[in-house]
């Protein structure tokens, strides 16, 4: 089903649609009061742009450095076309330490993969720690959001559900009790352990360590226990220096959910003694991506969520409407490079009010890449014949200006004098629920004569 | 200084009052303003389609039809930022540059470039901005909430000049009101549900009259105000500023 139609059945409850849209507001607003705490927020984020614009053009040297660095430091480093190849690494490591349960922290990255599935599918037990994402894993879904796994679900919805999966008892939704039981359901899958996989917020280019950021403790705890961390990241992770982090930790927190910075940003840097520590670098379509000039500077994305929170249109259609794993503006200019065709309403599924390039801490130009990825669609994939040809006829219409003076005249006429239920029949959408303008006697261009002629 | 007058299509046809209040309030300032008859459109709802290459003869009669001005106005922020961001599809010869840059959306024109704010206006209403977002973060005719830049606002500006006028600050002060040209039908249900929450905003501001400096916003706007028969009045800023009740 296209966004649209998504959407549409998301609007049938319009209370949970407020729900939704003023749960994100409300950290939008969070965003911008932490924002403005901040002097030169706007240089910020300029030079976090800069910096990911020039890793993005150095990138083969800086991931060549940054794994010669993490092997010094004895990290395993593994490399990932796709995501098979992804998922059959991380797979090979936990078979050869005979690993059947694994304890994961948030990572788009695995989402993107469909890591979980790959190994259920061997006979290993994947629990996602960090609490939203073990609540949409348990309710066997996707993350609606990057950050903000289970912001589609009311506490109520949790609490029904811990009752089904956790034995937990009824309690209206109180969200003291069900993370107090969520923290030992945990604790339990933590304790039983034997791999732990991380994602990856910051890779640094010159010492070879990366950094992963989480509210709830959840990759440190697993990574420790562990014998065996595996940590996946996407190619385009990679920051040049450590001192990069003081541009990118103040705007990630801050953007996500307007925190200062997040609860854990954790520093990784080599194995403890006797245990095993694995990268899996993953291109997974990031090369090709990178070859679009149009498109290249979606890759500069931190994952902060910010885009989403802001966005109009996500707040009152839900993530799951997109169908993809990345939701919302980013996902909408980064799914159409994985998949065409599937992802082709997405780019439409927007006003291109601008908003979520404003709020991006490394300013993506999001919604002009939404535009641009319009014009390459309808080249691309098959449009709908009467979108087609009203436009393309438009096109020759208003290229000419007898023709539109006539087109112009004879709608306004049709406006004016065809019955009630003709113009608001069923073909016109924009009639549905708002009534058209008022047809006045006469045009400006007729006025204008007039006046002239008056004169 | 000689103005060409740019009254984008469905202002033409379906609002001419607000075009004639455009040209009046130019008139007003003391700047001769003409009306290039042969105009259409500025190639807007192609390119926003996905069809910008189909547009490319109607941007070239844009330029044409404008070419011989010294500034080109229009009240209308979405058409304007399509002029000036969108015509690189032309070949850019002296003319299309000259076009592109001197292409002004009204309020930012009387302000930046005839430096004025007082047009002599009196409109004693309590009024909402509406704030489009392609004039707002497209144009920058004022700060957005997601920029950390210092306050300013043109139409706030022009408006709170206005005799009588009282200014309503909104909950959310510069959300996106849903039209967005063609998303307006084929994205339907959320077009009207944006719609609808920025029109209680106004009405939850104690607004009477809605105003924005970008018509086609307000017509998805008025549209749902008046099939809900809500209490509030939607208005061009143009109308406004040329208002002496
Ligand atoms: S595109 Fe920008 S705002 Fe959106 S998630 Fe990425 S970094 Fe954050």
């Keep these: 089903m296209a966004h649209a139609d998504e959407a549409a059945v998301f609007n049938k409850d319009e209370a949970k649609?407020?729900?939704?849209?003023?749960?994100?507001?409300?950290?939008?607003?969070?965003?911008?009061?932490?924002?403005?705490?901040?002097?030169?927020?706007?240089?910020?984020?300029?030079?976090?742009?800069?910096?990911?614009?020039?890793?993005?053009?150095?990138?083969?040297?800086?991931?060549?450095?940054?794994?010669?660095?993490?092997?010094?430091?004895?990290?395993?480093?593994?490399?990932?076309?796709?995501?098979?190849?992804?998922?059959?690494?991380?797979?090979?490591?936990?078979?050869?330490?005979?690993?059947?349960?694994?304890?994961?922290?948030?990572?788009?990255?695995?989402?993107?993969?469909?890591?979980?599935?790959?190994?259920?599918?061997?006979?290993?037990?994947?629990?996602?720690?960090?609490?939203?994402?073990?609540?949409?894993?348990?309710?066997?879904?996707?993350?609606?959001?990057?950050?903000?796994?289970?912001?589609?679900?009311?506490?109520?919805?949790?609490?029904?559900?811990?009752?089904?999966?956790?034995?937990?008892?009824?309690?209206?939704?109180?969200?003291?009790?069900?993370?107090?039981?969520?923290?030992?359901?945990?604790?339990?899958?933590?304790?039983?352990?034997?791999?732990?996989?991380?994602?990856?917020?910051?890779?640094?280019?010159?010492?070879?360590?990366?950094?992963?950021?989480?509210?709830?403790?959840?990759?440190?705890?697993?990574?420790?226990?562990?014998?065996?961390?595996?940590?996946?990241?996407?190619?385009?992770?990679?920051?040049?220096?450590?001192?990069?982090?003081?541009?990118?930790?103040?705007?990630?927190?801050?953007?996500?959910?307007?925190?200062?910075?997040?609860?854990?940003?954790?520093?990784?840097?080599?194995?403890?003694?006797?245990?095993?520590?694995?990268?899996?670098?993953?291109?997974?379509?990031?090369?090709?991506?990178?070859?679009?000039?149009?498109?290249?500077?979606?890759?500069?994305?931190?994952?902060?969520?910010?885009?989403?929170?802001?966005?109009?249109?996500?707040?009152?259609?839900?993530?799951?409407?997109?169908?993809?794993?990345?939701?919302?503006?980013?996902?909408?200019?980064?799914?159409?490079?994985?998949?065409?065709?599937?992802?082709?309403?997405?780019?439409?599924?927007?006003?291109?009010?601008?908003?979520?390039?404003?709020?991006?801490?490394?300013?993506?130009?999001?919604?002009?890449?939404?535009?641009?990825?319009?014009?390459?669609?309808?080249?691309?994939?098959?449009?709908?014949?009467?979108?087609?040809?009203?436009?393309?006829?438009?096109?020759?219409?208003?290229?000419?200006?007898?023709?539109?003076s006539f087109v112009g005249k004879s709608s306004r006429f049709m406006l004016k004098h065809a019955p009630r239920f003709l113009i608001y029949s069923k073909l016109n959408a924009w009639g549905k629920a708002r009534d058209l303008p008022e047809v006045k006697n006469e045009n400006f261009d007729e006025w204008y004569k007039k006046r002239k002629k008056n004169e | 200084m000689k103005v060409g007058l740019f009254i984008p299509c469905y202002i033409n046809q379906l609002y001419p009052q607000v075009g004639i209040a455009t040209l009046e309030v130019l008139e007003k300032l003391g700047v001769e303003v003409v009306y290039p008859t042969g105009q259409t459109c500025c190639g807007q709802p192609l390119g926003n389609s996905g069809y910008e290459d189909d547009s490319k003869g109607i941007c070239q009669l844009f330029v044409e039809n404008f070419k011989e001005f010294d500034y080109i106005v229009g009240p209308s922020g979405s058409c304007v930022y399509h002029v000036k961001k969108h015509f690189d599809i032309l070949e850019q010869t002296e003319e299309v540059i000259r076009v592109r840059k001197n292409t002004y959306e009204l309020c930012q024109f009387i302000y930046e470039v005839l430096g004025k704010t007082d047009l002599g206006a009196s409109f004693p209403y309590k009024v909402g901005i509406h704030k489009s977002c392609h004039g707002l973060r497209g144009l920058r005719l004022g700060s957005c909430s997601e920029r950390m830049d210092d306050h300013y606002s043109t139409e706030e500006s022009l408006l709170k000049e206005v005799k009588g006028l009282e200014l309503k600050t909104l909950n959310r002060v510069d959300e996106c009101c849903g039209f967005g040209g063609t998303f307006s039908v084929f994205e339907e249900a959320i077009s009207v549900k944006m719609g609808k929450d920025r029109i209680q905003d106004h009405l939850d501001s104690d607004v009477e009259v809605v105003t924005g400096a970008d018509h086609s916003c307000l017509m998805h706007l008025e549209g749902l105000i008046n099939r809900n028969k809500q209490p509030l009045k939607v208005m061009h800023i143009a109308e406004i500023l040329n208002s002496s009740i």
């Design chain 1, 17 to 404: 649609v407020d729900w939704h849209d003023k749960a994100l507001w409300f950290v939008r607003q969070k965003r911008d009061k932490s924002a403005h705490n901040v002097k030169g927020w706007e240089n910020l984020r300029d030079l976090a742009s800069a910096i990911k614009a020039n890793v993005l053009s150095n990138l083969d040297g800086y991931l060549l450095q940054f794994e010669e660095n993490a092997q010094k430091n004895g990290v395993t480093v593994h490399w990932a076309a796709d995501a098979e190849e992804h998922n059959k690494i991380v797979h090979s490591i936990l078979a050869k330490h005979d690993v059947k349960k694994v304890v994961k922290s948030k990572s788009m990255l695995t989402e993107e993969c469909h890591l979980n599935p790959y190994l259920e599918s061997h006979d290993i037990e994947v629990i996602d720690t960090d609490l939203g994402e073990r609540i949409v894993q348990l309710a066997q879904e996707p993350p609606s959001h990057i950050v903000l796994p289970a912001i589609h679900k009311r506490k109520e919805e949790v609490d029904v559900l811990f009752q089904e999966h956790l034995g937990t008892k009824p309690c209206n939704g109180d969200p003291q009790y069900l993370t107090s039981e969520a923290r030992k359901h945990l604790r339990d899958k933590f304790l039983k352990a034997d791999a732990a996989i991380t994602g990856v917020n910051f890779a640094v280019a010159d010492t070879g360590g990366f950094v992963v950021c989480t509210n709830e403790g959840n990759a440190d705890m697993g990574a420790h226990l562990a014998k065996v961390h595996i940590a996946c990241m996407g190619m385009e992770k990679l920051i040049p220096q450590e001192k990069h982090l003081g541009v990118f930790l103040r705007l990630l927190a801050r953007s996500a959910t307007g925190q200062p910075i997040t609860t854990y940003s954790s520093h990784f840097n080599k194995p403890e003694p006797g245990k095993e520590m694995h990268i899996v670098i993953v291109d997974n379509g990031r090369t090709e991506q990178l070859s679009r000039e149009d498109f290249r500077a979606s890759l500069h994305c931190i994952r902060c969520g910010a885009c989403m929170n802001t966005c109009p249109i996500y707040r009152r259609s839900g993530g799951h409407s997109y169908k993809a794993t990345i939701p919302g503006p980013i996902g909408s200019i980064l799914s159409p490079g994985i998949d065409l065709k599937k992802h082709s309403s997405l780019p439409f599924a927007s006003t291109l009010c601008g908003s979520c390039s404003d709020v991006c801490p490394v300013k993506i130009n999001i919604h002009e890449q939404l535009y641009k990825w319009r014009q390459v669609i309808v080249k691309d994939v098959p449009q709908p014949v009467v979108k087609k040809t009203v436009l393309k006829i438009a096109g020759s219409v208003l290229a000419n200006s007898k023709m539109y």
